[in-house]
């Protein structure tokens, strides 16, 4: 889990709507399936990798809810998607938490440089809505 993710998730409400431009308030599986995924981020990977099930657990929402509300999370372009790269692998979530949260987390800073320094970047297949 990172601090900057827990915090964006926690203090946000409203997105805006990527076609129109209007903000629209985040329902309650939305942010239900958001903090989920701050609270399961790894600051070491930059991503977090939950099953659909352990999302299930969590927000006690069903496969369907929770599927809904990744979805819109991808479509509001809060998270990125990226599908499983082999059957025994997990689907990969990033969030696209804003630079000001992160430039406050110092494990996360410092995580980021170790990865640029490593060159461990995700390599992973972006899943489309």
Not at 63 to 83: A, K, S
Not at 103 to 128: F, I, P, V
Request: hydrophobic share 35%; with cysteine.
């Amino acid at each position: 889990m990172t601090y900057s993710a827990r915090r964006w998730a926690a203090e946000l409400e409203f997105a805006r709507e990527p076609h129109s431009g209007d903000l629209v308030k985040l329902s309650l599986v939305e942010k239900s399936v958001l903090r989920a995924l701050a609270e399961l981020e790894n600051r070491h990977e930059g991503c977090a990798w939950p099953s659909l099930k352990q999302l299930m657990t969590i927000t006690g929402g069903s496969r369907n809810t929770v599927r809904r509300g990744l979805d819109r999370l991808q479509e509001l372009g809060l998270i990125q998607v990226f599908e499983k790269p082999t059957p025994t692998s997990s689907t990969r979530y990033v969030l696209h938490v804003p630079e000001r949260y992160r430039l406050a987390d110092d494990a996360w800073s410092e995580a980021n440089a170790e990865r640029a320094r490593n060159g461990r970047g995700l390599q992973l297949t972006h899943r489309s809505t």
